[in-house]
Nanobody, 124 residues
């Protein structure tokens, strides 16, 4: 079992930035696919970005050029640097961990086995 804890959310004005962190503990599977998702009321959980240690990185079109995903396997951590934030980025952000490397379906929540509790990001 893997425990995930997100942090770094908050309120920011449009154009600003935030850095989210996801700390993993327990039986971590170093190298496997980790991803950031976000969710707003009434909408499905949306894939934002994914990364594995095999060099796979993908972003949703809506965040390309503004968000950067990274990971530090020695620290069992993943990060999301968010710049040029827009009001439509407002959501609860979740990190997810898969028991496999990333593939073309990285943005499907069903592909992830463990989730954090989420961190709120509000852009006004």
């Amino acid at each position: 079992h893997v425990q995930l804890v997100e942090s770094g959310g908050g309120s920011v004005q449009a154009g600003g930035g935030l850095r989210l962190s996801c700390a993993a503990a327990g039986n971590t599977y170093s190298g496997y696919c980790m991803a950031w998702f976000r969710e707003t009321p009434g909408k499905e959980r949306e894939g934002v970005a994914a990364i594995d240690s095999d060099g796979y990185i993908r972003y949703a079109d809506s965040v390309k050029g503004r968000f950067t995903i990274s990971r530090a396997d020695r620290k069992n951590a993943m990060y999301l640097q968010m710049n040029s934030l827009k009001p439509e980025d407002t959501a609860v952000y979740y990190c997810g961990v898969s028991l496999a490397y990333c593939d073309g379906y990285y943005d499907r929540p069903s592909g992830y086995n463990f989730w954090g509790q989420g961190t709120q990001v509000t852009v006004s």
